[in-house]
């Protein structure tokens, strides 16, 4: 069929049209309905069955998460036992208030059993509290031989509490011999209504 018999053709007779041009007429309209179909509606179902399988998704992952959890439940228990023993056994290593003083006594003995001539041993007037525990800083100046001072850092590290030495600073005097200023820290932990008190300020910022 050429270009001319499809211009004859009658679109209000479409009854008589070969063969052909009528086939091609259903799929145009075939073609038109389902693009109609989609564009109006299935566009919108498939935007959303997409979405709900991405739901899906997330939801079979938190899933998975979750029930990877529950079976390393006994291991998670476990952990923090551990981890609440170990923070036991570190806070047996800080002194209580009362036991401050005889630790102060403790880090001027280790000074003086080395031979040490204590310049300055000035604790700070106030302490610097944390959620648990509280720190207190020692501004000490020692004077001795190189040898003694060196035993006295080691003997500090060694006490049964916990101090340690901060902003060392050595000079070298050629009559009082090697002087070592430091920030000695030590540590306390808070009685239970001190622990209160510090929580109150963290509750009301919140």
Do not use: C
Request: hydrophobic residues 45%; without cysteine; aromatic residues 8%.
């Amino acid at each position: 069929m050429t270009l001319d018999d499809l211009r004859r053709l009658d679109p209000r007779d479409v009854g008589n049209w070969p063969v052909l041009p009528k086939l091609g007429v259903l799929v145009l309209m075939l073609l038109l309905l389902v693009f109609g179909g989609y564009w109006f509606d299935w566009k919108d179902q498939l935007d959303e069955l997409a979405s709900e399988r991405q739901k899906e998704t997330d939801l079979r992952a938190k899933f998975l998460d979750k029930k990877a959890q529950a079976i390393n439940l006994e291991a998670y228990r476990k952990q923090l036992a551990d981890i609440e023993q170990s923070f036991g056994a570190m806070l047996k290593q800080l002194p209580n208030r009362s036991e401050m003083e005889a630790l102060l006594t403790d880090i001027n003995q280790a000074g003086l059993g080395r031979g040490l001539q204590f310049e300055l041993f000035r604790p700070a007037q106030a302490e610097t509290m944390s959620e648990f525990y509280a720190e207190l800083p020692i501004t000490i100046k020692v004077t001795g031989a190189y040898h003694d001072i060196g035993a006295f850092a080691s003997d500090v590290s060694q006490l049964s509490r916990i101090v340690t030495l901060n902003d060392i600073a050595l000079q070298i005097d050629k009559e009082k011999g090697l002087t070592l200023e430091a920030i000695a820290k030590t540590y306390r932990y808070l009685d239970d209504a001190e622990v209160a008190a510090q929580k109150k300020p963290a509750k009301a910022r919140k």
